[in-house]
């Protein structure tokens, strides 16, 4: 994945560091997520709050963001595509991005083993938020 705002396996806290750093709104990135393997979170800044939308992909290849259910799910033929619709006021998100927090150096994607997965689902999802329509 070569997006320069995709920072791989950065934690949590790190993640609200580098987002909340300069305290300006719209402030975004992608990293994995520590909870689900394989999945993706869109984290942008608001009021000093980061939330944090989970981007799955698709059996095509497609990448889709976490909705509420009952809603009509929003499909992108990648993350560029799916970056670029979010970067529009009033999509759905707390606000729109703005300024990409881009990584400084690469980064190394990371396996876990099977016994920290059974230990990672333990986990309450009460970090993240939906996605309004």
Known sequence: M???YYHGPLSKRECENLLLEEGVDGNFLL???ESMPGVLC???SFKNVVYTYRIFKEKHGYYQ???????K???????KELI????KPNQGLVVHLLK???RTSPCLRWRRS??????IYENSNSDYVDLLP
């Open 2 to 4: 070569d997006l320069p």
């Open 84 to 87: 670029s619709k979010y970067e």
């Open 100 to 102: 990409p927090i881009k």
């Open 65 to 71: 963001i976490q909705t509420v259910e009952g809603t």
């Open 114 to 119: 099977k016994i920290q997965l059974d230990s």
């Open 42 to 44: 869109l984290c942008v």
């Open 31 to 33: 990293r994995d997520s």
């Open 73 to 79: 799910r929003q499909v992108f033929p990648n993350l």
